[in-house]
């Protein structure tokens, strides 16, 4: 048997929206954040919908349109020292709250994103 996905859990690309939404309003007053993200996030947080989307066992939305993730490789351009992936958790943690995603589907995304935060890292402080 094939069990639901957090993606179906959650309500669906509806709450992927809501999370990402609350995210990217945090990321553009994040003082770490600022320097690396251009100045319109609107098509940032567009690809972002469509990989958690994906990410989340989803649709593989993220692939049919930009292809294979290669999420470190897409990031090696952008110095992510340890304190920025700490200040993209911290933006993350609060949006999954302020959208109000219920245990045990918060930590688990939580830990999943904390994963793959760690594995961006390409500088050092
Ligand atoms: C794109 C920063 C972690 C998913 C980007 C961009 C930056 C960035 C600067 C480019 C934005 C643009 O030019 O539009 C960071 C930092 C991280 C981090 C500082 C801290 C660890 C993550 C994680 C994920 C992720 C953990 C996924 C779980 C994405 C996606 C894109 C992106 C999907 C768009 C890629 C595309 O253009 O197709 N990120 N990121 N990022 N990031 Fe991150």
Known sequence: IRHRS?????GGVETIKKIVDSFYSRVAKHP???PIFPEDLTETARRQTLFLTQFFGGPRAYEAERGHPMMRRRHLPFPITPSRRDAW??????????????EPYRTVMFEKLTLTANHMMNTPE
């Open 89 to 102: 958790l911290d933006c993350m943690e609060e949006a999954l709250n302020e959208v109000g995603i219920e």
């Open 6 to 10: 957090i993606y179906d859990a959650i």
């Open 32 to 34: 770490l954040l600022i």
